[in-house]
């Protein structure tokens, strides 16, 4: 079966400064991956997602990841923090091919962002 | 643009009473999905539906319901809401396949007194 570990509940970094939000999956089979965002009181925006072919995607708002398969990691980075990116980050491996189309998700990693 | 709306941004209901929120889609896709989300317990999924009039229990369906009797349409129940179903609640939808994204609406913060 999927499932998604994200390290760190909490990520601070100062503005400006690089951002690196951790993903580790488990899946039996080559995964689908995505990131998502959440900002305060909203719900979740796709960020970017890999399916199949390059593995460093690049998404919205400066963002991107790279697919590892040897280290089974989706982490998510940005060069240069900014105050907007204060949000919740989850990360997301689909169920497919084992049921239907749900998708496991992280537990979540809150970005807060120093001035 | 996919578009999820859901009815109510915020919702106060007292408890016992039966609840009803609405989500609906504009993309035509086949799947819907309620999730509810607490503070450090993340996305939990109470129900999802993959065609019209079918559903299939999530993994925490006790005390809620669904209906989806048109495509574009999942409604959620609560058929005696309990104060420990406070919560924010998340609609999304997809199109089939494994490398399908899932929509969400803006959520619907429920509060039960």
């Known amino acids: 079966a999927q499932s998604v570990t994200q390290l760190g509940s909490h990520v601070s970094v100062s503005e400006g400064a690089l951002v690196l939000l951790r993903c580790n999956y488990s899946s039996s089979v080559p995964p689908y991956l995505f990131w998502y965002v959440q900002y305060p009181n909203q719900g979740l925006q796709l960020l970017l997602k890999y399916t199949t072919g390059a593995t460093l995607v690049k998404g919205i708002n400066g963002f991107e990841a790279e697919f590892k398969k040897s280290e089974t990691s989706f982490h998510l980075t940005k060069p240069s923090a900014h105050m907007s990116d204060a949000a919740e980050y989850f990360c997301a491996v689909s169920e497919w091919p084992d049921s239907s189309y749900k998708l496991i998700f992280g537990s979540g990693t809150r970005l807060l962002v120093r001035p | ?113």
């Open chain 2, 1 to 113: 643009d996919v578009k999820v709306t859901q009815s109510s941004r915020y919702l106060v209901k007292r408890t016992g009473e039966k609840v009803f929120l609405e989500c609906v889609q504009d993309m035509d896709h086949e799947n819907m999905f309620w999730y509810r989300q607490d503070p450090g317990l993340g996305l939990r999924l109470i129900y999802f539906s993959y065609d019209v009039k079918m559903k299939e229990k999530g993994d925490i369906p006790e005390g809620y319901s669904v209906s989806r009797e048109k495509k574009e349409r999942f409604s959620l129940i609560l058929e005696s809401a309990s104060t420990n179903q406070t919560s924010m609640y998340l609609c999304a939808s997809s199109l089939n396949g494994g490398n399908q994204p899932q929509h969400f609406g803006d959520g619907t913060r429920l509060s039960i007194l």
